[in-house]
């Protein structure tokens, strides 16, 4: 099921993220060896961001967010794009956080357009999509090309009646299929 905002907070509320002296002196290593992740976020988001970045975290994937990189140039511009493109291509996946404001944010329409062109057919990009409480989630319908993380909370059951454990899976509503979270990050 697509997680809503009350829903994440409170899947992720024990979580040290959110101490915020952790969070402002954070950089990303490009040296880490573990697969990583490319964020594409809006900066708005940012209490998303830190907590979905907390959950990739814990399962061991390297994750890049653009702000916690000191070789981002500010105010952004042409050269801030040629950076993301080389960023995009080189961490092993790609996902789109998929709020209202991100889906409305040129830059990251953008980011998801060139993540397309390098992960889509390596099965390497996905959405987390994060839904405003009570309000259906709408709009940007090119967004059903990719699978999304969902969070799957013990209740629903597999086609052949099994329950599907507790956990946070990729799901490809297109072929009905869905895998753990940590499988996909890791292949």
Known sequence: MILTESRLRELTSHAVILDEARVQTRTFSETNSRLSVFLSHKHSNIEYL???RYILESLNASVYVDWTDPSMQHPTDRNTAEAL????????KFIFIATDAAMASRWCNWEIGYG???????DKIAIFPIKQDNRVWEGNEYLQLYPSIEYFDGTT????GTPIPEGFYVYY?????????IRWISK
């Open 50 to 52: 830190e907590r979905i």
């Open 85 to 92: 493109k080389r960023k995009i291509e080189r961490y092993d």
């Open 173 to 181: 509503h297109f072929r009905r299929e869905i895998i753990p979270l």
């Open 157 to 160: 059951k597999y086609k052949n």
């Open 116 to 122: 397309d062109a390098y992960k889509y057919s390596q």
